[in-house]
């Protein structure tokens, strides 16, 4: 169903208009196709929408200023501390990739060897479906590539031992705009809605002030954000909307629902306390009320009920409530897992 839901947000966006930039868009001449040896980015240039681009993690320049740490911890904890048959990271990375998850896994296989393990579509023959579940960029002036989704799975292939910022991925081209100048630039992204500009405090951010680069000190921390993360599937469904959880996350930060204010985000039973006090309010919010940056809870993916209408000890917000001491630890009890083992707060 994951899939099927993801193909048809694709088809959605591929029948999208790109909104230009207010007045008269300032150009460059397209330097595609040039000899651009002294350009460090200059491999990316004619990359085209829709291209399934292969692209270094170290190249890809962020859009939003913050991550949810705890969901960046989380995978990190799934990665080093997990207790899956076959490591978590390895199915990311396939997703990512646009091929499904892993298929075989050598032993002592690493992210940063691809001959040790394969994916269960071979390259070539991704499908609509697999294809609607990579993370996105658009190209930007001299090439960078503008990551516009996957900011906290490539924050945690960088930070992973066997990642890095020279770890390869492929990512879906959504916009090439190359040829436009700097200032126009980020008014398209921001007239798309390709970017977030505010703070873990809600303040705005200008865009010279986004980080540079993936990786987790170079990005701000948003508690919201991760809370966020931990009521997918709970409260909301992921829909393809970029910078989804961040709006939810706005509305939050300025009503609190349920008086909610603080958790201990250290402590696993504050931590699902606050997960259920705001997927409860966030259901009970009438679909047609806008709740952050011009967007409905309908467009934002609110569920129709609770748990997707399961009880407290089924579905999604059960696998939450897993200790590490389970055979199958829930998202939260990793995040504690892995903070707890590297003296994280």
Same mark, same amino acid.
């Given at each position: !169903?994951?899939?099927?839901?993801?193909?048809?947000?694709?088809?959605?966006?591929?029948? #999208?208009?790109?909104?230009?930039?207010?007045?008269?868009?300032? #150009?460059?001449?397209?330097?595609?196709?040039?000899?651009?040896?002294?350009?460090?980015? &200059?491999?990316?240039?004619?990359?085209?929408?829709?291209?399934?681009?292969?692209?270094?993690? %170290?190249?890809?320049?962020?859009?939003?200023?913050?991550?949810?740490?705890?969901?960046?911890?989380?995978?990190?904890?799934?990665?080093?501390? @997990?207790?899956?048959?076959?490591?978590?990271?390895?199915?990311?990375?396939? +997703?990512?990739?646009?091929?499904?998850?892993?298929?075989?896994?050598?032993?002592?296989?690493?992210?940063?060897?691809?001959?040790?393990?394969?994916?269960?579509?071979?390259? =070539?023959?991704?499908?609509?479906?697999?294809?609607?579940? !990579?993370?996105?960029?658009?190209?930007?002036? @001299? =090439?960078?590539?503008?990551?516009?989704?996957?900011?906290? #799975?490539?924050?945690?292939?960088? +930070?992973?031992?066997? %990642? =890095?910022?020279?770890?390869?991925?492929?990512?879906?081209?959504?916009?090439?705009?190359?040829?436009?100048?700097?200032?126009?630039?980020?008014?398209? !992204?921001?007239?798309?809605?390709?970017?977030?500009?505010?703070?873990?405090?809600?303040?705005?951010?200008?865009? *010279?002030?986004?980080?540079?680069?993936? =990786?987790?000190?170079?990005?701000? *921390?948003?508690?919201?954000?991760?809370?966020?993360?931990?009521?997918?599937?709970?409260?909301?469904?992921? *829909?393809?909307?970029?910078?989804?959880?961040?709006?939810?996350?706005?509305?939050?930060?300025? #009503?609190?629902? @349920?008086?909610?204010? &603080?958790?201990?985000?250290?402590?696993?039973?504050?931590?699902?306390?606050?997960?259920?006090?705001?997927?409860?309010? !966030?259901?009970?919010?009438?679909?047609?009320?806008?709740?952050?940056?011009?967007?409905?809870?309908?467009?934002?993916?609110?569920?129709?009920?609770?748990?997707?209408?399961?009880?407290?000890?089924?579905?999604?917000?059960?696998?939450?409530?897993?200790?590490?001491?389970?055979?199958?630890? @829930?998202?939260?009890?990793?995040?504690?897992?892995?903070?707890?083992?590297?003296?994280?707060?």
């Amino acid at each position: !169903m994951k899939f099927k839901h993801f193909a048809a947000v694709a088809a959605v966006l591929v029948g #999208t208009t790109i909104s230009a930039a207010p007045a008269n868009a300032g #150009t460059h001449p397209s330097f595609c196709g040039h000899d651009q040896r002294s350009t460090p980015y &200059s491999q990316y240039l004619c990359a085209a929408p829709g291209e399934l681009l292969d692209v270094r993690i %170290g190249d890809v320049h962020p859009t939003q200023p913050s991550l949810g740490y705890d969901e960046v911890y989380y995978k990190l904890g799934r990665y080093t501390l @997990g207790k899956d048959a076959v490591n978590k990271k390895f199915d990311d990375w396939c +997703e990512a990739d646009g091929r499904v998850e892993a298929d075989s896994v050598k032993a002592g296989a690493r992210l940063d060897d691809p001959s040790s393990f394969s994916c269960e579509l071979p390259v =070539g023959s991704e499908t609509a479906d697999s294809v609607a579940a !990579m993370k996105t960029v658009v190209i930007g002036p @001299g =090439g960078r590539p503008y990551l516009t989704d996957g900011h906290h #799975t490539l924050t945690a292939f960088d +930070e992973t031992p066997d %990642g =890095g910022p020279n770890l390869h991925v492929r990512l879906r081209v959504v916009a090439n705009l190359s040829t436009l100048t700097r200032q126009d630039f980020w008014a398209t !992204m921001q007239a798309n809605k390709w970017t977030y500009l505010r703070d873990p405090e809600g303040n705005p951010v200008s865009v *010279n002030k986004l980080p540079n680069n993936v =990786g987790l000190a170079n990005f701000q *921390n948003d508690k919201y954000r991760s809370l966020l993360y931990f009521g997918r599937d709970i409260g909301y469904a992921q *829909n393809g909307l970029a910078f989804q959880e961040f709006y939810w996350g706005d509305w939050i930060r300025e #009503t609190h629902p @349920g008086g909610l204010k &603080s958790w201990d985000n250290n402590d696993s039973t504050s931590y699902l306390a606050a997960v259920k006090t705001f997927t409860k309010a !966030m259901v009970a919010v009438p679909k047609d009320q806008l709740v952050g940056s011009g967007f409905t809870a309908n467009q934002l993916g609110a569920l129709d009920e609770w748990n997707d209408g399961k009880a407290e000890t089924k579905g999604e917000f059960d696998k939450l409530t897993k200790p590490y001491t389970d055979s199958k630890p @829930g998202k939260i009890a990793y995040t504690l897992e892995y903070k707890k083992a590297h003296g994280l707060k």
